[in-house]
């Protein structure tokens, strides 16, 4: 199939190379003239394991190509995706500004049948805003060309992109039309051929479903946080909790883990922009609400229990960070918890010393150059001469360390671990302070 994605961001990258990658033929869009300049250069603006490799043998083979022409684009593809993206306004409601440009480009430039496919997460009725701008702009023209709006929602975690595109649980289309449950089930066909995980469904359902999964998943990590806050002030050890809970088959382990709590481009978006949709029809979520006030809570433990263990007093102060991305394998930091605690520090006269696999390019993109911001080039060098340490990515390279070794190099033996890595046992064992997420020692 021919096929177009506007939009060259996390989504549309790993769509179009992923489609590409089975032969269809693709042509990524984006209005971004230096992203496109670097994409065909071989260079990939974000961090994802395998991607690189991936985008580079399909744009080698001549199926994955990169444009900033828009009425090339339109001219490609019978399908076109819109994979843009939706930030959140002040209001906490999705941005469809970007969405509904592309729908207007469509209309604009368009000379032949289009199915318009919704691959950005977007709030119920969003097709139907497409639908309306598409057929303004064909009105304005004189033009009655056949088009078609369905709903094709992106379920992907940063980190493990190609895995879930290729071998994901579901691939759900919102539509009622047999002729775009064809070509989208021509689309997906290599994916599905061991396994069919192809759903239909109305566009508003599968609208609706892209968001009440987040917000499920953002649920079970503030209700474990939650949790785990408890846990601490009853003396309860919260991984023994999580096992206890997780072996129940009707809970299950994933989404469990208690932490300083999540960030990313999805979740703080997504429920926001539920519980605005929710306003929008005179409903109010309580539910929604709790999980993002729980999340911004616990977000700001990491600085909480800090600064209980130097009695409040962190004024000229060095912290070494481990991790600054809101989760491993990324560099996004969009909403993460290193931020949140960063800021707290340099606010309390406080210095960082920081250092993450991947994110520290984000990082100086994000902060440039402060004077209480050093940015070190691995684990051992931030520790050295710190007076504390605190953990706010669980990258695999921090899980095993010699516990000697590290009290040697800090100047305080305080390690604040915001993702419960280490046993509490074995690191006090060497004369350590180890503050972790409900496991005891609360310092909330």
């Known amino acids: 199939m021919r096929i177009t ?34 994409l065909e250069a071989g260079e990939i603006p974000i961090f994802e394991p395998g991607l690189e490799e991936m985008v580079k043998a399909n744009v080698g083979e001549g199926r994955l190509r990169f444009t900033t022409d828009a009425a090339t684009a339109v001219a490609f593809g019978t399908l076109q995706f819109i994979a843009v993206g939706t930030p959140p306004d002040e209001d906490g409601s999705a941005d469809l500004q970007y969405v509904l440009a592309v729908a207007e480009t ?56 190609i895995e879930d595109f290729t071998h994901g649980a579901r691939i759900i289309v919102g539509t009622d039309s047999d002729r775009v449950k064809a070509l989208m089930r021509e689309c997906y066909a290599p994916y599905i051929r061991l396994q069919e995980k ?8 599968a609208e609706l479903t892209k968001y009440a999964a987040n917000a499920m998943l953002a649920t079970k990590i503030s209700f474990m946080n939650e949790i785990a806050n408890l ?37 703080p978006k997504d429920v926001q922009a539920l519980a605005r949709t929710a306003g929008d029809v005179g409903y ?18 990491l600085f909480s229990k800090l600064a209980r263990a130097f009695d409040g007093d962190l004024e000229g102060r060095t912290i070494a960070l481990w991790g600054l991305a809101f989760k491993p394998n990324t560099d996004d930091m969009r909403d993460a918890p290193s931020r949140t605690l960063m800021e707290a520090l340099w606010t309390a006269g406080a210095r960082v010393k920081a250092y993450d696999p991947e994110a520290m390019g984000e990082c100086r993109r994000l902060y440039g150059d402060r004077q209480d911001l050093e940015l070190v080039e691995d684990r051992a060098e931030a520790v050295q001469g710190a007076d504390a340490l605190v953990i706010c ?32 046992e074995a690191v006090k064992a060497h004369g350590l302070m180890y503050y972790a997420v409900g496991r005891g020692d609360s310092l909330n």
């Not at 977007?122 to 009655?144: C, H, K, M, S, W």
């Not at 192809?198 to 359902?205: C, G, I, K, S, T």
């Not at 921090?398 to 305080?412: C, I, P, Y």
């Open 5 to 38: 994605i506007f939009g060259t961001g996390y989504v549309g990258l790993v769509t179009g190379t992923c489609l590409a990658d089975v032969g269809h033929e693709v042509l990524c869009m984006d209005v971004d003239a230096e992203k496109i300049a670097r």
């Open 106 to 161: 469509i209309g604009r430039h368009m000379t032949d049948a289009k199915v318009v496919v919704d691959k950005s997460t977007v709030p119920v009725g969003t097709a139907d805003r497409v639908r309306e701008t598409i057929a303004g702009v064909l009105a304005e023209r004189g033009e009655r060309l056949a088009f078609e709006v369905c709903s094709n929602p992106e379920f992907l975690k940063e980190g493990a992109a």
């Open 198 to 205: 192809l759903m239909f469904m109305e566009v508003r359902a």
């Open 231 to 267: 846990a601490e002030r009853l003396g309860a050890d919260i991984e023994q909790v999580r096992r206890g809970i997780g072996s129940d088959p009707r809970i299950g382990y994933q989404f469990i883990y208690p932490g300083c709590g999540y960030g990313g481009s999805c979740f």
């Open 284 to 301: 109010e979520a309580e539910l929604l609400g709790a999980v993002e006030a729980v999340n911004r809570r616990q977000k700001g433990s």
């Open 393 to 424: 990515t669980e990258w695999k390279a921090f899980r095993s360390v010699d516990f000697a070794w590290l009290k040697a190099q800090l100047a305080m033996p305080v390690i604040v671990d915001g993702r419960n890595l280490f046993e509490p």
